[in-house]
């Protein structure tokens, strides 16, 4: 089983529509991060929540350390928001803060 | 805003040949990250590089891997003796504090 799980593996909505992406994992961390990736290949960071919420624009992270979720929400998504989002968690007392990452969600926005 | 630049973008190479992949890390970071993502696949943990040593790495990274800060500025990864397998995108990270950095990747073909 994987450490870290997300949902739904693949998402398409319409523009302005309202996203969630959720992340659970099974294992202790001591961070977690939200990232995006480009069509190309590209890895953006977009959070990382050791604790409560989040926001950035459109964008809003939230983390429940208790029950070891975290969702990614997009207000009025747009077209411009469609990639890969990847949750990833960092372990604690790993010596070199290794990150260890979901399979993605595939988001496709169509206008 | 400082980025983590990586070269090539993209790199073909007979299988056998030795490669290396370079990267620059933000310029203040003391941490150093290598990932790879087998095309349609997660990203994995590589390895990580504190202090001009390596601090963590993963079961992949074995013998035929290799890492170096040559100077002050660069990080490279070196594969030596390639397989059809190692074809993957090949992220560099960096960190200072405890948010990671990413490059655009290197995208690696092994023919």
């Known amino acids: 089983k994987n450490e870290v799980e997300q949902s739904p593996q693949n998402l398409t909505a319409q523009e302005g529509e309202f996203i969630t992406i959720n992340c659970s994992y099974s294992v202790g961390i001591s961070a977690l991060h939200w990232l995006q990736q480009h069509p190309g290949g590209g890895i953006v960071s977009l959070f990382m929540?050791?604790?409560g919420k989040k926001k950035h624009g459109r964008l809003i992270a939230t983390i429940n350390i208790q029950e070891k979720h975290s969702s990614l929400h997009i207000t009025a998504s747009h077209p411009r928001d469609s990639a890969v989002y990847i949750c990833?968690?960092?372990?604690?007392?790993?010596?070199?803060?290794?990150?260890?990452f979901g399979e993605g969600t595939q988001l496709t926005v169509n206008p | 805003e400082p980025e983590v630049t990586q070269t090539p973008s993209h790199q073909v190479t007979q299988m056998g040949q030795e490669v290396i992949l370079r990267c620059v890390p933000i310029s203040n970071h003391l941490y150093f990250y290598w990932y790879r993502q087998i095309l349609g696949q997660k990203v994995e943990f590589l390895v990580s590089?504190?202090?001009?040593?390596?601090?963590?790495k993963s079961e992949i990274f074995d013998d035929q891997f290799s890492v170096e800060r040559p100077d002050g500025s660069n990080f490279t990864l070196k594969i030596r003796s390639t397989k059809l397998e190692d074809s993957a995108m090949y992220f560099c990270?960096?960190?200072?504090?405890?948010?990671?950095?990413f490059g655009d990747g290197t995208r690696l073909s092994i023919l």
């Open positions: 590089f504190y202090n001009n040593e390596i601090s963590e």
């Open positions: 990270a960096s960190r200072e504090g405890r948010s990671q950095h």
């Open positions: 929540l050791s604790s």
């Open positions: 990833a968690v960092r372990r604690p007392g790993t010596s070199g803060s290794r990150l260890t």
